[in-house]
């Protein structure tokens, strides 16, 4: 049973940084796809990112969005990260970590994904 725990949201002001960190536990797969949706009020989740966790490959949605935010791991440690630069008011968002076995090309929607974690609040003040 796979366990996804996220990190390091928070209170900032537009124009500033967050790195967000999802712990992965008890996975014995070694291929899968990881990604960060992110759900703001009133508004569906939204796929931001994600990453082959064997070739590193990255995909972004809208693609513009990784001028400012980029998805990396960390093989050895377990981890996911979204750096988030150049914060806007409308990335306000709870932000959760998920797990495909789907490739990172095509794993893209909530339908995708298997695992869960609980979500991290980023909340950005204008």
């Known amino acids: 049973q796979v366990s996804l725990e996220e990190s390091g949201g928070g209170l900032v002001q537009a124009g500033g940084s967050l790195r967000l960190a999802c712990t992965i536990s008890?996975?014995?797969?070694?291929?899968?796809?990881m990604a960060w949706f992110r759900e703001a009020p009133g508004r569906n989740r939204e796929f931001v990112a994600d990453?082959?966790?064997?070739?590193?490959?990255?995909?972004y949605w809208p693609d513009s969005i990784k001028d400012r935010f980029t998805i990396s791991r960390d093989n050895a440690n377990n981890r996911l990260y979204l750096q988030m630069n150049n914060l806007k008011p409308e990335d306000t968002a709870v932000y959760y970590c998920?797990?495909?076995?789907?490739?990172?090309?095509?794993?893209?929607?909530?339908?995708?994904?298997?695992?869960w974690g609980q979500g991290t609040q980023v909340t950005v003040s204008s």
């Open positions: 990453i082959d966790w064997i070739d590193g490959s990255t995909y």
């Open positions: 008890g996975s014995t797969a070694s291929r899968y796809t």
């Open positions: 998920a797990q495909s076995f789907f490739a990172a090309h095509v794993a893209h929607t909530q339908g995708h994904f298997d695992s």
